[in-house]
């Protein structure tokens, strides 16, 4: 009975640590494989994890972009349309989303900005959130599958090829 309660402890971690914006799936499925957990429920748990997040986003991005964006308006000195505008990472979302869309930036920018951010940057530059929602979700699927698979098989590899020498 304590393995059983010691394994629950491990997911109920990697379930808050993909709660974190930027540790996202990226660190939570390599981490819980590395550590021997079972790979399916690890990639599970690091896809609710990472998913509610940007539900959250989703359903309450209004309220969330009009706070930023007074916040952001104000701390610069500039006005609220100007503040949404400014900053590096979303001049570089500007320029994925104008070249490949929504479907590009959910895709993409998850490998270099999280899905969290991923999503408020599409929903910023006009997508619908039905849309964000759908494409965040197949990319956090997608990525994790891509993760999950990569790590188990990285791992298996690596630990082959310690016995052959």
Known sequence: MPEFFQSIWEYFVLFVLALVPWLEVFLVV??????????????????VGNWIPVLIIGF??????NWYR?????????????ALSAGKKMTRA?????RYGTPGLA?????IVGTDI???LALSLGSSR???????????ALWT???????????????WLMRQG
Do not use: C, Q
């Open 30 to 47: 390599p981490l819980g494989i590395a550590i021997g957990l079972n790979p399916v429920l690890v990639g599970i748990v690091g896809f």
């Open 118 to 120: 991923a999503a408020l």
């Open 107 to 111: 895709l993409i920018a998850p490998a």
């Open 145 to 159: 599958v891509a993760l999950a698979v990569g790590a188990h098989y990285g791992l298996w590899y690596m630990e």
């Open 130 to 140: 039905r849309w964000v929602l759908f494409w965040i979700t197949l990319s956090l």
């Open 94 to 98: 500007r320029r994925i989303w104008d």
């Open 60 to 65: 309450f991005f209004t309220r969330i972009s």
């Open 70 to 82: 007074r916040r952001r308006a104000r701390k610069l000195g500039i006005s609220e349309e100007e």
